[in-house]
């Protein structure tokens, strides 16, 4: 039986031009006409490449990745053809709307309208096809004893098949993944196959979606406050050129930072923080300590607000954390 990974880029378009409407509109967009279109999803189908790029701008963003992976497959020398470079800079448009709504926008809602603007101009630059990627915050957690122990994934933007909004699949990130190192290390990196990655240390939120990735610290005056993270479907995705771009989006992503959320390097001491499928049944109880703790702080005479309470219910789940963590470093040694 023929799977999904293994059809022929002919096959994967023939299902695409099932549809008679979808087979016009992509001869249209291609300015060829219906037959020449049927005949290419022949197996023994030879059309000329300049088109073959085309043809994956042409067909709706959910059917690309596939498309895009069978052609690669059939013709590994037009990688830079068929999967075209993200642009090199940020665009001076997007600096001017950066600036004109930190000028407009009133205080209480500047950081979360930058931040989204932000992500999705990221995804726009970077994923431009729509091949599916996420791009996440990863920011330090307050120090404990004078030191920075872990970092924090703070919501999140993805194209399918990531969700849109990534708000409520935060994890907390630590010494063993990719935003870990970075943060450590203090400098931008790629991994170009995360299941096969010996030199860095990696690990995939359990879905399985993420094949590389890459990651840019944020820093202001020299002091960090995390990395800009991002993962895609693609393998080897992040090019130089991409990971530069991250690296302009991460400065930029500093304006929406409280500048004491930036710490000095030399306390960036990360922990070992278990994976996401051991972090969940902790993280899922969050709203409900969080509410506890409010109600117990009511019953003492106390007023706790919800962000108070919300943050020392993450101290507190970053503590526990660590210690699972250091449990599970200490079996595995």
Aim: proline content about 6%; glycine content about 6%; aromatic content about 6%.
């Amino acid at each position: 039986m023929t799977t999904q990974e293994t059809r022929s880029w002919q096959s994967i378009l023939q299902n695409i031009i099932s549809a008679p409407k979808e087979r016009q509109r992509l001869a249209n967009e291609l300015g060829i006409n219906i037959i020449t279109l049927t005949r290419w999803a022949r197996q023994n189908s030879r059309p000329q490449r300049s088109y073959l790029a085309r043809l994956v701008k042409a067909v709706h963003p959910h059917q690309r990745a596939e498309l895009l992976n069978a052609l690669l497959v059939a013709y590994p020398d037009m990688q830079d053809k068929l999967v075209e470079e993200s642009n090199e800079f940020v665009p001076s448009s997007f600096y001017r709307q950066i600036l004109q709504d930190r000028a407009s926008v009133i205080e209480a809602m500047r950081p979360w309208q930058t931040s989204t603007a932000i992500l999705n101009e990221a995804l726009h630059l970077l994923d431009p096809h729509q091949l599916g990627m996420a791009v996440t915050p990863a920011l330090c957690m307050p120090p404990v004893g004078g030191k920075v122990l872990s970092l924090r994934e703070h919501g999140g933007r993805g194209t399918e098949p990531w969700h849109a909004d990534l708000e409520h699949e935060s994890i907390f990130l630590g010494m063993n993944c990719l935003a870990g190192h970075v943060v450590q290390s203090g400098r931008a990196q790629s991994v170009r196959d995360i299941q096969r990655e010996r030199y860095i240390p990696v690990f995939s939120h359990p879905e399985g979606m993420e094949v590389s990735s890459a990651a840019a610290p944020i820093w202001l005056e020299g002091r960090i406050a995390g990395c800009l993270l991002a993962s895609s479907t693609q393998l080897g995705y992040f090019t130089q050129a991409r990971l530069d771009l991250l690296s302009s989006l991460a400065s930029i992503y500093s304006l929406v930072l409280d500048p004491n959320g930036f710490y000095p390097h030399s306390i960036v001491q990360l922990r070992y923080i278990p994976r996401p499928n051991i972090q969940e049944p902790h993280l899922q109880t969050f709203r409900q300590r969080v509410t506890a703790l409010m109600i117990q702080a009511g019953r003492n005479g106390k007023i706790l607000n919800n962000g108070e309470a919300e943050h020392q219910v993450w101290q507190e789940l970053e503590a526990e954390l660590i210690q699972v963590g250091a449990e599970l470093d200490e079996a595995e040694m």
